[in-house]
C-alpha cells in the first residue's frame, strides 16, 4: 500500500492480505480508488478463492483538516496513512491548543463550516464572516514542532504559522489556537495502542482511529429507519461511501474470518 497508480481499469478488487472483509481492509489492500469501481471480496475456501462482487464506490471524500468540511474527489491514491488525491491528505492539519490538546468538532462545531479547495500547492481557507486564509501546503521546517496529544497519544504537528493560528482563533472565538501540519517523516499514531487488542499494525496521523472509514448507504437507510431526527452521511465523515451491498456489510465483513 501507499504505491502511486497512474491508471485504474474499471474494476478494482478489495483483496484482503489476512482476512477476506472487503471493507475491513481496505487501508491494507488498495493502491488507488476511483468513483464507481467495483468493490469485490474473496470467497470461497482459501486455496480456491474468487472474486465476489459487492458494492460499488460512489463517493470519495477527504478532510484535509480534522474536523473541518470534507473534499469531494473523484479519484485518490489509498496510502498506507489514509487517502491521498495530488497535494490533499486526508487529516493532515490539526487545530489544537496552546498546550497541545486537539481541537475537534465536539469541542468546537464552528469547525464544520470551514471549506477547504487546493490551488496551486496552496491550501484555501473559507469560513462565515472571516477573509479567505492562504496557506502553503508545505511549512518551512524552521516552524516550530509541537507535541500534540489526540485521545491520550503523543504525536508531532509542525506549526503553521501565526497568520493560520489567528485566523482559527478569530473564527473560533473563544480561546487561542494553532494549527499544525503532520509530515509523512514523523511517528504516527500505532493501531496496537488505539484499539487493543488488534492484529493488524499499522499507523495513523489525526484520524481517531484507522486510515480510511468505510459506510455504506444500505447502512445509513437502516440506520435512520430507528431515527427520530434525520441524519445524513455527512455526520459521519467516510472516506469511501459503497453502494449495492447490504446495511451494515462494512461491519459484519470483517468478522468473517
Same mark, same amino acid.
Request: proline content about 5%.
Given at each position: 500500500?501507499g504505491a502511486s497508480?497512474?491508471?485504474?481499469?474499471?474494476?478494482l478488487?478489495?483483496?484482503?492480505q489476512?482476512?477476506?472483509g472487503?471493507?475491513?481492509?481496505?487501508a491494507?489492500?488498495l493502491?488507488?480508488?476511483?468513483l464507481?469501481?467495483?468493490?469485490?471480496r474473496r470467497?470461497?475456501?482459501r486455496?480456491?478463492?474468487?472474486?465476489?462482487?459487492?458494492?460499488?464506490?460512489?463517493?470519495?471524500?477527504?478532510y484535509?483538516?480534522?474536523?473541518?468540511?470534507?473534499?469531494?474527489v473523484?479519484?485518490?491514491?489509498?496510502?498506507?496513512l489514509?487517502?491521498?488525491?495530488?497535494n490533499l491528505?486526508?487529516? $493532515?492539519w /490539526?487545530? =489544537?491548543k496552546e498546550?497541545?490538546h486537539?481541537v475537534? *468538532?465536539r +469541542?468546537?462545531?464552528?469547525?464544520? #463550516?470551514?471549506?477547504?479547495?487546493?490551488?496551486?500547492?496552496?491550501?484555501?481557507?473559507?469560513a462565515?464572516d472571516?477573509?479567505q486564509?492562504?496557506?502553503?501546503i508545505r511549512?518551512?521546517?524552521?516552524?516550530?514542532?509541537?507535541?500534540c496529544?489526540? $485521545?491520550? /497519544?503523543? =504525536?508531532k504537528?509542525?506549526?503553521?504559522?501565526?497568520? *493560520?493560528? +489567528?485566523?482559527f482563533?478569530?473564527? #473560533?472565538?473563544?480561546?487561542?489556537?494553532?494549527?499544525?501540519?503532520?509530515?509523512?517523516?514523523?511517528?504516527?499514531?500505532?493501531?496496537?495502542k488505539l484499539?487493543?487488542p488488534?492484529?493488524?499494525?499499522?499507523?495513523?496521523?489525526y484520524?481517531?482511529?484507522?486510515? /480510511?472509514?468505510?459506510?455504506?448507504?444500505a447502512?445509513l437507510?437502516?440506520?435512520?429507519?430507528?431515527?427520530?431526527k434525520?441524519?445524513?452521511?455527512?455526520?459521519?465523515?467516510?472516506?469511501?461511501?459503497?453502494?449495492g451491498?447490504?446495511?451494515?456489510?462494512e461491519?459484519?465483513a470483517t468478522?468473517?474470518?
Open positions: 500500500t497508480a497512474s491508471s485504474m481499469p474499471a474494476s478488487g478489495f483483496l484482503a489476512r482476512r477476506p472487503w471493507l475491513g481492509v481496505a491494507l489492500a493502491a488507488a480508488v476511483v464507481g469501481a467495483v468493490v469485490w470467497a470461497g475456501p486455496r480456491r478463492r474468487r472474486l465476489q462482487q459487492v458494492g460499488t464506490v460512489a463517493k470519495l471524500w477527504i484535509p483538516v480534522k474536523s473541518c468540511k470534507g473534499v469531494a473523484s479519484e485518490a491514491e489509498c496510502t498506507a489514509g487517502l491521498r488525491s495530488g491528505r486526508d487529516r $493532515f /490539526l487545530v =489544537i498546550d497541545g486537539m475537534t *468538532a +469541542q468546537e462545531p464552528r469547525l464544520v #463550516l470551514v471549506s477547504i479547495t487546493c490551488e496551486n500547492n496552496r491550501l484555501i481557507f473559507r462565515p472571516v477573509d486564509l492562504v496557506l502553503p511549512q518551512p521546517s524552521s516552524n516550530k514542532l509541537h507535541d496529544r489526540i $485521545f491520550g /497519544l503523543d =504525536i504537528g509542525r506549526d503553521c504559522g501565526n497568520e *493560520a493560528a +489567528q485566523w482563533t478569530n473564527f #473560533l472565538k473563544t480561546e487561542v489556537y494553532r494549527l499544525v501540519q503532520y509530515e509523512t517523516n514523523m511517528k504516527g499514531r500505532t493501531s496496537k484499539l487493543a488488534i492484529n493488524w499494525n499499522y499507523q495513523v496521523a484520524p481517531d482511529y484507522s486510515p /480510511l472509514l468505510v459506510m455504506t448507504d447502512s437507510v437502516d440506520l435512520n429507519t430507528r431515527l427520530e434525520k441524519v445524513k452521511m455527512e455526520n459521519f465523515r467516510p472516506n469511501i461511501v459503497v453502494t451491498c447490504d446495511a451494515f456489510e461491519v459484519s468478522r468473517r474470518d
